[in-house]
């Protein structure tokens, strides 16, 4: 009889952890499919808006900048979709590492250029077409030239170059050269975030206070209001994805069952979210 109900736990215990990471996968596709769906209709529909325009301000250069990053990551989405439907990949590993390069840079870059935007009005700062354009061109450099290397040349996924396997780097991201990289990284994003969120909070008060009832008719007031909307943005679609990369860090060797991994994959499909600030824009939320 011990013996029995022994096996009924182990039993029970392992059809557990399928169930839940069928439930996993079955969020992650949930969150590309709004990622692809929401994030098409906002580039095409901000696109159509800024062809109508023909503006050539600093907010929209960084608009344009931001529709080129998102149409970037939705191309690679639906490969995403594929290999989480199938639970297959069936195209190689160097578009493995590609498609995840791709995620991170737009990441990383769509985080440089709401920081830029928050910066830029909390400041007021004016700039002419030549800065703008060399600070926006250093961006884009700092993002391919060093996000995109580290995925297509130092996670080289050796162990599973026969596998239809991928997004696989747990390997690479407990090696000690990137977890010091990782810690760095994430420490100082969330302490530029978290300086940022003080400094505009505070401001907005100020100006809630100034300018109280008739708030909306001035157009400072408003143009923190833009930058406090994309702190929110960065609030909720890149900071669980940092604090959690630190937690995956410290205890992945400890995921034998692959939760954490998927985990931590759905916190990176929370940060392609970030492409809905178009339809935002459209919406009139964000201005």
């Given amino acids: 009889m011990p013996n029995s109900s022994v096996t009924q736990q182990n039993h029970s215990s392992s059809e557990m952890l399928p169930d839940t990471s069928e439930r996993l996968r ?3 596709i949930v969150l590309y499919i709004i990622d692809l769906a929401g994030g098409t209709l906002g580039v095409i529909m901000m696109s159509h808006q800024l062809f109508q325009r023909r503006s050539q301000s600093v907010m929209t250069i960084i608009i344009i900048n931001l529709l080129v990053l998102h149409t970037f990551m939705l191309l690679s989405i639906p490969f995403c979709l594929s290999y989480y439907i199938l639970w297959e990949w069936k195209v190689g590993m160097f578009p493995c590492k590609l498609a995840r390069a791709i995620i991170s840079l737009h990441m990383y870059t769509t985080f440089a250029f709401y920081m830029a935007i928050i910066i830029i009005h909390l400041f007021r700062l004016e700039l002419n077409k030549c800065y703008t354009a060399t600070w926006v061109a250093t961006i884009w450099l700092v993002g391919v030239l060093v996000v995109t290397p580290v995925f297509l040349l130092y996670y080289d996924t050796a162990e599973i170059h026969h596998s239809s396997k991928c997004f696989q780097f747990q390997k690479e991201i407990r090696e000690v050269t990137m977890v ?12 530029i975030c978290a300086v940022l969120t003080v400094i505009e909070l505070s401001v907005i008060c100020r100006l809630a206070a100034k300018y109280w009832p008739d708030i909306n008719s001035h157009v400072e007031f408003r143009a923190q209001a833009l930058s406090f909307f994309f702190i929110l943005v960065t609030l909720v679609c890149f900071m669980p994805h940092y604090v959690f990369r630190v937690y995956y860090i410290q205890n992945g ?20 979210m970030c492409c809905l600030d178009m339809l935002c824009f459209i919406a009139g939320i964000a201005r």
């Fill in 26 to 28: 079955t969020v992650l």
């Fill in 180 to 191: 010091i990289v990782n810690y760095c990284l994430v420490g100082t994003l969330v302490a």
């Fill in 253 to 272: 060797h400890l995921d034998k069952d692959h939760k954490l991994l998927l985990y931590n994959e759905i916190f990176l499909a929370l940060t392609a």
